[in-house]
Every structure is written in C-alpha cells, then in structure tokens.
C-alpha cells in the first residue's frame, strides 16, 4: 500500500495528458454529432469518458504484475463469454457482438484484446529464451487462434484483424527467429485464399471489392468510402465548425460517430484537427514504445508492447478506410469512435501502460 502511494509522485503526465485529450476530443465530437441526431450519444459517451478517466486511473495505481498473474482466469472467462454471445448475444443487422444489459450493451471481443495482451504477456516473459522452440511458437498461436475465431462466427473480421495484429506484433519484439516471419507469410497467403474462398461472408469480400474499385457498389459500401473521402476533402484547413459539417450534419456521411468518426473530425475540424488528432496519436504510441524500451521486466515490456500494437493497428486501419486506403472493416478509432467497450477497454490498457512506467525507474522524470 506505502510502495503504491510512493509511485504517485512519478505519474507519467505525458501518457495521461495524450490520453486525457484524445478522450475530450472524442467527447467533443459526439456532441457535435448529437446536434443533428439523437442526444443521448453524447450523454452516454460522457458517462463513458468519466468511467475511463476513473478506470485509468484505478489501474494505474495497481502493480501491472498483480494484474497480469489474473491472466490465465480472464482469459478462460473470456472464451466462454465469446462463446454464450454467440447464442445469446443481441442480434444486430445480422450479427451477434454485444450482451444487452439494458442501459449499455457489452461487446466481449473488445475486452478480448486487453485480455490476449495480458496472457500472451505472461506467456513470452515466462519463455523468454524458449520461444525458438516451434512447440511455444504454435501454443502462443493457439492463444491467439481461439478468441479470433470467436470473433470471426460473430461475424467481426475488424476485432479478429485487431487480435491477429496483437498477437503478431509482439511475436515480432521477442526474440523468435526472424525466419519465422517468412513462414507465416507464406502460411498467410494460404490461409487469406482458403478464408477468401470458404470462410468470409459475402458482405465482407463485398467490402474488398468495393475498396478495390468502389464503383462497383457506389450507392452502397462504395458511397460509404466516396463520402468519407467527400468530408475528408470539404474541411479545409481550418474545418466547417462544430456542428456545421453538411456531410456530417445531414447523415451523407454513414456512421460518422463510429466507423467514419475521423472523416467527420475532418471535415468539422479541418487539417489543423486532424493533424492535432495525429500528434496526440504519435505522442501516445511513442511514449508506450519508450516504456517498452526502458521497462526492465519482461513482463512489463511485452505488456506495454501489447498495448502499443493494439492502439497503432486500430488507429492505423480506421484512419486509413476514412481517406479510402484500406478497406471498411468496422474498427472503432481508440478514444474518439462513440462505444463503452472500446473506450473502457483502452482506458484500462493506458492505466496498466501507467502503472508500467511509475513503476520503472528508468522512465520517472
């Protein structure tokens, strides 16, 4: 209890200032979406905020190895909650992803991606020298394997994109022989032609499609690309205003709260917001790779290496379908995109990458 309260005066400001204003800007935006749809998407996002913002800081205060000894217990909890959604899970424009509590739905395959970074955490801290070993190699993507498929009967190909992403990019900083990489490259290419062939619903090779050419669907999944591209472009430098963007404002732009909430920032907000929205993202992602290299327990490194890819992936997809890059594929922006799952999922990720860094000495200012 003394050791925790001692650990306060090295509070990193920069890890919670980014996230405290990557959290108002998103609050911001739903309430500028409000203005020309329902009020109770900025109450709730509100309410989610000041959860996060406790979240954070409850997290914080706790030692990250105490949390990752929960591991193991989170994450068979985990499986069998991706499994009764499947069955008992609200039924919405055809999928099955969210437990219905009433006020707020529950969305496992977001806290699914907090919970893999915990064990596979724990898994290649406690193997640090063994990982060569292909029989580690093949459990760890077990691990992984098992909640992705879960995610992927939901349907949700974007959670599983984001998991295999997690899990990839902290194989990639242990020390696995880097001809592993070539093998699951061409195990990719394989897998990615039987998924394309057998597994993927045909909205979802629809979304491909229509990335490659969206003129082939231009009133549909190509509109969605064409009007965030159209919003993108119209904000200018400085943006319409809060509450003014017409394609925001009279709903051309689809899930401008959600999946297109960073088309919607720029058309409101301009060039200068999008760019200040993008240095809050690079001082955040930087700041976890700092904790990464300066944290001595492996632990704590895999950890913060975790969260580091979990935010970067998301960021990096979601910003790249809103400017027509990368396909629609329905993942939420960290912090911004109106969710309570999402947004208390990375709440408590930043508050362990917190308690991570107040706890290394090498990272107290």
Do not use: C
């Not at 724990?122 to 029989?135: E, L, M, V």
Request: proline share 3%; charged share 15%; no cysteine.
């Amino acid at each position: 209890m003394q050791q925790n309260l001692r650990n306060v005066k090295y509070f990193d400001l920069i890890l919670a200032i980014s996230f405290g204003l990557l959290l108002t800007i998103g609050v911001v935006l739903m309430y500028s979406t409000s203005l020309g749809g329902s009020k109770t998407i900025f109450s709730k996002q509100l309410l989610y905020a000041f959860l996060g913002v406790f979240l954070f800081v409850f997290f914080s205060y706790f030692d990250y190895k105490s949390i990752s000894k929960a591991a193991t217990g989170l994450y068979l909890f985990l499986v069998l909650s991706l499994a009764l959604v499947l069955k008992f899970g609200a039924l919405t424009l055809g999928a099955r992803r969210w437990f219905s509590l009433g006020l707020f739905n529950l969305q496992p395959s977001e806290f699914a991606k907090l919970i893999l970074i915990l064990l596979l955490a724990r898994f290649f801290a406690s193997r640090r020298g063994q990982i060569k070993n292909w029989q580690n190699l093949i459990l760890s993507i077990m691990y992984a394997i098992i909640p992705v498929f879960l995610v992927s009967r939901q349907p949700d190909l974007g959670s599983a994109i984001v998991l295999l992403g997690i899990w990839f990019g902290m194989l990639l900083v242990s020390n696995v022989q880097k001809k592993v990489f070539i093998y699951l490259f061409l195990a990719f290419i394989v897998i990615g032609g039987l998924t394309w062939r057998f597994a993927l619903k045909d909205y979802q090779k629809h979304r491909v499609e229509t990335f490659i050419n969206p003129e082939l669907d231009p009133r549909g999944r190509g509109y969605n690309v064409q009007q965030a591209i159209i919003s993108v472009g119209s904000g200018g430098l400085t943006g319409t205003g809060l509450g003014k963007g017409l394609q925001s404002q009279l709903k051309f732009l689809p899930e401008r709260q959600t999946d297109f909430v960073f088309a919607s920032a720029a058309e409101e907000l301009g060039l200068v917001g999008t760019m200040l929205i993008l240095a809050l993202y690079t001082v955040l992602l930087l700041r976890l790779l700092d904790i990464y290299k300066k944290t001595p327990d492996d632990t704590g490194r895999f950890m913060a290496a975790g969260i580091f890819f979990m935010i970067f992936v998301q960021a990096f997809i979601n910003i790249g379908m809103n400017i027509g890059v990368l396909p629609v594929t329905g993942i939420p922006l960290p912090l911004i995109s109106y969710g309570g799952s999402s947004l208390l999922t990375t709440a408590i990720s930043l508050g362990i990458a917190e308690s991570i860094s107040m706890r290394s000495k090498g990272l107290r200012l």
